[in-house]
């Protein structure tokens, strides 16, 4: 009997020791959870995770944003997202520390990065057509700056080398002159300019 009672508290602490263990390898690895953004900081948010981790406390976290340099989405507190792990740190590519990364394992929660999530309560104006918006609109432009499109809710601008052509409430401008009133110099058969007024309808 004795011997046999020996070997259930034996198996018993082995069946715990591989809990525990098993516990440990899912705490070292990065957690792909839903979570919403509360703090944003440039490409960098704050999230809290929407998930009941009970009994544990899952703590704000500050990750990046996964989004490439050539296209940054206009991220808002509140939106929701997904936490996506990485398998090493991505401190030294994503500027939030140096060096290059080992493939030593990081500690639960600092591998992640935030994924937005579409939504089925914001459909999209035209399923066959990219659409880009943000509450100041979108920006297009060259790395260089020298040609760019902006659209927000005072207008159009598009501006190259140094020139401005603008769309609002107020008409065309074209380097701060109004296209319905410029004029220009006709000399029809004469030797002598005479002013035509603006465009005609």
Known sequence: MANNASKLWLQKSLNDLAINRAQQAIQNTGRALPCRV???????VTVAFEVNSAPWTLPQITIPKAESQW???PTQVGDFG?????DVS???VTGMGMGIASMVRRGNLSTLVFLPLSNKNLPPIDPNAA????PNGAIIRTTSGSASL???DDGITMTFGGKTVKLNGSGLTIDGVLFDTHTHLYAPGTGTPTETGGPQG
């Open 71 to 73: 296209v940054r989405m």
């Open 38 to 44: 509360v703090a944003v900081n440039g490409s960098i």
């Open 82 to 86: 997904l936490t996506i792990p990485g």
């Open 150 to 152: 902006t659209v927000n």
């Open 131 to 134: 659409q880009i918006e943000g």
């Open 90 to 92: 991505l401190a030294a």
